[in-house]
Each structure stands twice: as C-alpha cells, then as structure tokens.
Antibody, heavy 124, light 110 residues
Framework: EVQLVESGGGLVQPGRSLRLSCAAS????????MHWVRQAPGKGLEWVSG????????GYADSVKGRFTISRDNAKNSLYLQMNSLRAEDTALYYC?????????????????WGQGTLVTVSS | QSALTQPPSASGSPGQSVTISCTGT?????????VSWYQQHPGKAPKLMIY???KRPSGVPDRFSGSKSGNTASLTVSGLQAEDEADYYC??????????FGTGTKVTVL
C-alpha cells in the first residue's frame, strides 16, 4: 500500500524557518516526481512545489519562490520542504503528494495519493 | 499564476446530476490534457477522481465523468448519492514546471 506521512509542522514566528518531511513507502520512490500542496484553514488547495525523480526539474508557485526549497533523498525515500522567511499567509495544512510520472517535463500529471498533511501555523 | 475558476457551490437531489465547471486559459486548461479532479471530504485528504480530463482511476464509480472544451473543463456527477457531498477541486498543468488548482466547489446533496 502506498503511504505518505508528513511531519515537521508546528507553530513558528513570522520570519523564522521550518523544515517539513514526507516519508514514502509502498512504491519505488525514485521512480516518481513528488509535490507539496497546501490548504489554508477553510480555504482551497494551492500547489506549492514539485520535484522530479532525480531532482533535475523543480518548480515553485510564485507565492513561495525564493523562500521555499524542495528537495528529496531517494536513499531515504523522503521528500522535504525547507521554508524560510515564513509569513502569516503561509499558515496551512501542507500535503505531500505523489505524481503519476517521473518528471515535471513535459508536464506535471496528477496527484495520487496524498498524505494526511502536517499543519504549519505562522504567528507571533 | 491565478487559480482556475470554479463555482463556489452546486447542488442536486439524490439521483440527479450535477456539473461543475473549471475555467482557465489557453496556458493551462486549454493548452494541456492534464486536467484532474479531486474530491475532499471534511477533515480528509483530497482523493483523485478524474485524470487526463476524462479518465477514471480504478475504484472510482462510473457516475463520475470529465470533459473539456476550450479553456473550460467539467466534472459531472450522475446519480447523486449522499456520499458525493464534498468539496471538489480541478487541477491543470500550467507550463514551466507549474500546476494550478481551481477555487473549489462545495457540492450539496439536497
């Protein structure tokens, strides 16, 4: 069974940093691109970032570009999101999701499955 | 990078059909056949319902169908059931290693 388990969320002050992790199991991790998608409380889904199987292709939403860094460790079957210069508007439940393909090019395909999410709250 | 536009709400009685639209541009929905739809029940993670505009993953009832015309994609739920009451989101590849989600539609079964 494919399983994605996020961790690392919590309460953090504006301007500080946080690192999220996603532990993957049940599939060959380095065969697939992976993504982070977030959902602010009571709001809709927002794609945050994606990374290809070999980290050769990476994409970011404009809202996080320059502040967030996505990475992966295929040896550890893990996906990461380093979040710097956090703002109140980054408060959200952060989901890890598996792509159906291995690269972001020629396209990002679809997200399946999703983890249960880890909550990030940015507040003083 | 603006979110794709969906109606905030849709509703129907059990057994009826409801169709949700997802409007983008020629740079996303209209430019690629990588439109997908997700169902989200309260407090749960999203679940893939449709991929590549009109394909259903195994296990998804054939009451769910998808289509696209120009810059607008649609999800139709036929034979509405109580368990179909949820939030639905569309998603599309938007080029240059980017993806977009729709604004979301709350489906209510009357």
């Amino acid at each position: 069974e494919v399983q994605l388990v996020e961790s690392g969320g919590g309460l953090v002050q504006p301007g500080r940093s946080l690192r999220l992790s996603c532990a993957a199991s049940g599939f060959t991790f380095d065969d697939y691109a992976m993504h982070w998608v977030r959902q602010a409380p009571g709001k809709g889904l927002e794609w945050v970032s994606g990374i290809s199987w070999n980290s050769g292709s990476i994409g970011y939403a404009d809202s996080v570009k320059g502040r967030f860094t996505i990475s992966r460790d295929n040896a550890k079957n893990s996906l990461y999101l380093q979040m710097n210069s956090l703002r109140a508007e980054d408060t959200a439940l952060y989901y890890c999701a598996k792509d159906s393909g291995y690269d972001l090019r020629p396209s990002i395909n679809w997200f399946d499955p999703w983890g249960q999410g880890t909550l990030v709250t940015v507040s003083s | 990078q603006s979110a794709l536009t969906q109606p905030p709400s849709a509703s129907g009685s059990p057994g009826q059909s409801v169709t949700i639209s997802c409007t983008g541009t020629s740079s996303d929905v209209g430019g690629y056949n990588y439109v997908s739809w997700y169902q989200q029940h309260p407090g749960k993670a999203p679940k893939l319902m449709i991929y590549e505009v009109s394909k259903r993953p195994s296990g998804v009832p054939d009451r769910f169908s998808g289509s696209k015309s120009g810059n607008t994609a649609s999800l139709t739920v036929s034979g509405l059931q109580a368990e179909d009451e949820a939030d639905y989101y569309c998603s599309s590849y938007a080029g240059s290693n980017n993806s977009l989600f729709g604004t979301g539609t709350k489906v209510t079964v009357l």
